[in-house]
C-alpha cells in the first residue's frame, strides 16, 4: 500500500462546476497535509495546505481534512479551463519529510 | 524574484556516464529536497537536507546515487553510472523549516540515459 493515495483520473468536469480531488494516507502521525498543483511540464507549486480537522478556504478552493479517516481533500469552485492540471496531495510525515501522491489529472471543458 | 535554480535543464547522456545535477535554493531556505518524477512513479523523495546536513536519503538507491551540500548555496546529486532505468525528471525544491511549510521547486532536470 502506497503511504500517499489518489486516484489518477482522468477527472473531466464542464467550466464553472465543482471538481473534487480525494487522498488517503497511511500515517496516523502525519501532522501536515498540502495541496499542489502541477501543469503540463512544469514544476509543482503549492495551492493549499492544511493542518486541522475541517475546512480551509482560500478563494475558490476548499481543502478539507478528516484525521480519523486518514482522508484530504480538496475542492475546486467554478472550475475554469485554467484549472486544467494535476493535481499532487502531499503528507509531511515529520521532520519537513513529504511523501507525494502520484497526482490526479482534471480536465475542465469550457 | 526568489527562486531555486536547477543546472543543467536537460541532459541526454550513455549508459554508464557519470551525471552531475545542481541546485541553488532560495537564499535564506535551511532544507533542501531531491525528487525524483517519473509516469509510473509519480513524485518520489530521493533525499533531504537540514543546514547542509542529509537527514534521510532512504529513497535514493545508494550504490549508484550520491547527494551532498558542498555549500549553502549549492546542492548536488550525482548518479554514476548512469542506467536508463534513470531517465527522469529531477526536481529540487527548497524550504525554511519552522516556517512557511511550502517548499518550492525549481524547474527540474530532464535526464534521458540512452
Known amino acids: 500500500q502506497k503511504e500517499v493515495e489518489q486516484n489518477s483520473g482522468p477527472l473531466s468536469v464542464p467550466e464553472g462546476a465543482i471538481a473534487s480531488l480525494n487522498c488517503t494516507y497511511s500515517?496516523?502521525?502525519?501532522?501536515?497535509f498540502f495541496w499542489y498543483r502541477q501543469y503540463s511540464g512544469k514544476s509543482p507549486e503549492l495551492i493549499m495546505f492544511?493542518?486541522?480537522?475541517g475546512d480551509k478556504e482560500d478563494g475558490r478552493f476548499t481543502a478539507q481534512l478528516n484525521k480519523a479517516s486518514q482522508y484530504v481533500s480538496l475542492l475546486i469552485r467554478d472550475s475554469q479551463p485554467s484549472d486544467s492540471a494535476t493535481y499532487l496531495c502531499?503528507?509531511?510525515?515529520?521532520?519537513?519529510?513529504?511523501?507525494f501522491g502520484a497526482g490526479t489529472r482534471l480536465f475542465v471543458k469550457a | 524574484d526568489a527562486r531555486v535554480t536547477q543546472t543543467p535543464r536537460d541532459k541526454v547522456t550513455e549508459m554508464g556516464q557519470e551525471v552531475t545535477m545542481r541546485c541553488q535554493p532560495i537564499?535564506?531556505?535551511?532544507?533542501v529536497f531531491w525528487y525524483r518524477q517519473t509516469m509510473m512513479q509519480g513524485l518520489e523523495l530521493l533525499a533531504y537536507?537540514?543546514?547542509?546536513?542529509?537527514?534521510?536519503d532512504s529513497g535514493m538507491p545508494k550504490d549508484r546515487f550520491s547527494a551532498e551540500m558542498p555549500d549553502a548555496t549549492l546542492a548536488t546529486l550525482k548518479i554514476q553510472p548512469s542506467e536508463p532505468r534513470d531517465s527522469a525528471v529531477y526536481f529540487c525544491?527548497?524550504?525554511?523549516?519552522?516556517?512557511?511549510?511550502?517548499?518550492?521547486f525549481g524547474p527540474g532536470t530532464r535526464l534521458t540515459v540512452l
Open positions: 525544491a527548497s524550504g525554511l523549516s519552522g516556517g512557511n511549510p511550502e517548499q518550492f
Open positions: 500515517d496516523r502521525g502525519s501532522q501536515s
Open positions: 492544511i493542518y486541522s480537522n
Open positions: 502531499a503528507v509531511d510525515t515529520g521532520g519537513f519529510k513529504t511523501i
Open positions: 537564499l535564506g531556505h535551511n532544507t
Open positions: 537536507f537540514r543546514n547542509r546536513a542529509p537527514l534521510d
